[in-house]
């Protein structure tokens, strides 16, 4: 069974950085996509960035391009979201995720496998 294992989590101030981390196990999906959503209170889940497992190609939502990186490292079946120059609006619980297939990669629905979630709330 696929599990998924997010950390990194915390309080940052504004303009500070944080480093996700999503370890993974039995995730044998050649080239499925793999990603992080976020969800803040009140607000429906956003997917904010993802990538085809075992490649360089990745998705940068447009609200945290340029700030938010996303990277995988097969040797430690680990999937990383690095957030920089943070924001007030980025404070929510960040979630990994991982499909079995290609489906559409902002659809939260075609992601089967998801981890139990990270909080990151930043302050002014």
């Known amino acids: 069974q696929v599990q998924l294992v997010e950390s990194g989590g915390g309080s940052v101030q504004a303009g500070g950085s944080l480093r996700l981390s999503c370890e993974y196990s039995n995730y044998t999906y050649t080239r499925g996509y793999m990603g992080w959503f976020r969800q803040a209170p009140g607000k429906e889940p956003e997917g904010v960035a993802a990538?085809?497992?075992?490649?360089?190609?990745?998705y940068i939502q447009d609200s945290v391009k340029g700030r938010f990186t996303i990277s995988q490292d097969n040797a430690a079946n680990t999937l990383y979201l690095q957030m920089n120059s943070l924001k007030l609006e980025d404070t929510a619980v960040y979630y990994c995720?991982?499909?079995?297939?290609?489906?559409?990669?902002?659809?939260?629905?075609?992601?089967?496998?998801w981890g139990q979630g990270t909080q990151v709330t930043v302050s002014s």
């Open positions: 990538l085809v497992s075992g490649t360089t190609i990745t």
């Open positions: 995720a991982a499909q079995a297939g290609r489906g559409a990669i902002w659809d939260r629905n075609n992601y089967k496998y």
